[in-house]
């Protein structure tokens, strides 16, 4: 009896862990093929990173990666990347009816908030929990008053240069001349050919990306900021630019920094009280520029707060902007026909 007993007991335990082991196994296999099931297609354009492609997608680089078997960080354009899903785990899963506000989860880019009717800066400074000082020392304000629709950032972006996964680390270190050189030659390409001058400068700026910064630099060992902009200028838009960012900032027309155009030059105090920096505006808040900081070329964003403090402006070079500012200058106004129309006829 006692052994039947035993034996019953020993199959009833090894009939439960079997079951435990296959249901694990099941929720396993489940969470892996989760994001699998839930993921999308991408096609790799121009311009395109794994950078900014996993904040487009709020998916991690190695699990783009991992899906797609990359065992690097370039891209060719026209490949199509599979996109995994998330999968929420047991601690994060909220019920379906619950909501929550939507919150930003990279920490690296810029805060804004639109001001709407009611607020003050006291208001805003609670809810965000920065200091009123603060807010209006990010925003270059003199005083608390507030415009609706107006943008105030309350957090600048943090420094990073995502331009680094477009070179390749397998590839034999090059020297200064010859990275010129090279930048050069890709401007000969049909590739670009037929672009605008405008999409020819910034491709052929960040065909240097990473040469070395040197100060007073010209080309031989590295280059200064106002010779890597003379240098880009020259040979892709075939402009002749002087050599310091103090004679830059003299030429060409001011342009607001809310109406920054691709290839706008961006100009700052750092180590002199005149315009002592300058670098080539990318759109999206980007610049990019020889950086003394980083040691090389790079791009970083007007809002980190080193150039956010720095920043004095901008001017526009390039041809044809520049002749519809003139033509837009040269049309009357509504007073002047106004006025043309009430002279008494001769």
Same mark, same amino acid.
């Given at each position: 009896?006692?052994? &039947?007993?035993?034996?019953?007991?020993?199959?009833?335990?090894?009939?439960?862990?079997? %079951?435990?082991?296959?249901?694990?196994?099941?929720?396993?296999?489940t969470g892996n093929n989760a994001s699998l099931s839930s993921a999308t297609k991408y096609t790799v354009k121009k311009g395109d990173t794994l950078i900014k492609i996993s904040k487009k997608h709020n998916v991690s680089i190695d699990k783009i990666k991992y899906a797609n &078997?990359?065992?690097?960080?370039?891209? =060719?354009?026209?490949?199509?990347?599979?996109?995994?899903? +998330?999968?929420?785990?047991?601690?994060?899963?909220?019920?379906?009816?619950?909501?929550?506000?939507?919150?930003?989860? #990279?920490?690296?880019?810029?805060?804004?908030?639109?001001?709407?009717? @009611?607020?003050?800066?006291?208001?805003? =400074?609670?809810?965000?929990?920065?200091?009123?000082?603060?807010? +209006?020392r990010l925003n270059n304000m003199k005083s608390a008053s507030l415009k609706r629709g107006q943008k105030l950032l309350i957090s600048p972006a943090k420094e990073e240069d995502d331009t680094k996964i477009i070179i390749n680390?397998?590839?034999?270190?090059?020297?200064?001349?010859?990275?010129?050189?090279?930048?050069?030659?890709?401007? +000969?390409?049909?590739?670009?050919?037929?672009? =605008?001058?405008?999409?020819?400068?910034?491709?052929?700026?960040?065909?240097?990306?990473?040469?070395?910064?040197?100060?007073?630099?010209?080309? &031989?060992?590295?280059?200064?900021?106002?010779?890597?902009?003379?240098?880009?200028?020259?040979?892709?838009? %075939?402009?002749?630019?002087?050599?310091?960012?103090?004679? $830059?900032?003299?030429? @060409?027309?001011?342009?607001? +920094?809310?109406?920054?155009?691709? %290839?706008?030059?961006?100009?700052?105090?750092?180590?002199?009280?005149?315009?002592?920096?300058?670098?080539?505006?990318?759109?999206? #808040?980007?610049?990019?520029?020889?950086?003394?900081?980083?040691?090389?070329?790079?791009?970083?964003?007007?809002?980190?707060?080193?150039?956010?403090?720095?920043?004095?402006?901008?001017?526009?070079?390039?041809?044809?902007?520049?002749?519809?500012?003139?033509?837009?200058?040269? $049309?009357? =106004?509504?007073?002047?026909?106004?006025?043309?129309? $009430?002279?008494?006829?001769?």
């Amino acid at each position: 009896m006692n052994k &039947n007993f035993t034996i019953l007991i020993f199959l009833a335990t090894l009939l439960l862990l079997t %079951g435990f082991t296959s249901s694990h196994a099941a929720i396993k296999k489940t969470g892996n093929n989760a994001s699998l099931s839930s993921a999308t297609k991408y096609t790799v354009k121009k311009g395109d990173t794994l950078i900014k492609i996993s904040k487009k997608h709020n998916v991690s680089i190695d699990k783009i990666k991992y899906a797609n &078997n990359l065992t690097s960080n370039r891209l =060719s354009v026209g490949t199509r990347l599979i996109i995994p899903g +998330k999968v929420p785990d047991k601690k994060s899963a909220a019920p379906e009816h619950a909501s929550s506000p939507v919150k930003n989860t #990279n920490s690296h880019d810029a805060k804004y908030h639109i001001i709407k009717k @009611g607020d003050t800066l006291t208001r805003i =400074s609670k809810k965000y929990s920065v200091s009123v000082s603060e807010l +209006k020392r990010l925003n270059n304000m003199k005083s608390a008053s507030l415009k609706r629709g107006q943008k105030l950032l309350i957090s600048p972006a943090k420094e990073e240069d995502d331009t680094k996964i477009i070179i390749n680390d397998k590839e034999a270190p090059k020297t200064t001349p010859e990275r010129i050189q090279e930048a050069k030659e890709f401007l +000969k390409s049909d590739e670009i050919s037929d672009m =605008s001058i405008r999409d020819r400068l910034t491709l052929f700026a960040k065909k240097m990306l990473h040469i070395p910064y040197k100060f007073g630099g010209t080309g &031989n060992t590295g280059l200064d900021c106002s010779s890597y902009v003379q240098k880009v200028y020259t040979s892709a838009a %075939g402009l002749s630019l002087p050599r310091s960012a103090r004679e $830059q900032y003299k030429i @060409g027309e001011p342009v607001d +920094k809310s109406s920054l155009n691709v %290839g706008d030059l961006v100009f700052f105090r750092t180590y002199a009280s005149f315009p002592s920096h300058v670098g080539i505006y990318l759109g999206n #808040n980007l610049f990019i520029h020889a950086s003394s900081k980083s040691k090389k070329i790079v791009i970083n964003s007007l809002d980190t707060p080193y150039y956010l403090k720095r920043y004095i402006g901008a001017r526009k070079l390039l041809p044809e902007e520049i002749q519809e500012i003139e033509k837009l200058e040269k $049309q009357p =106004s509504d007073s002047d026909e106004q006025a043309i129309q $009430q002279q008494p006829a001769k």
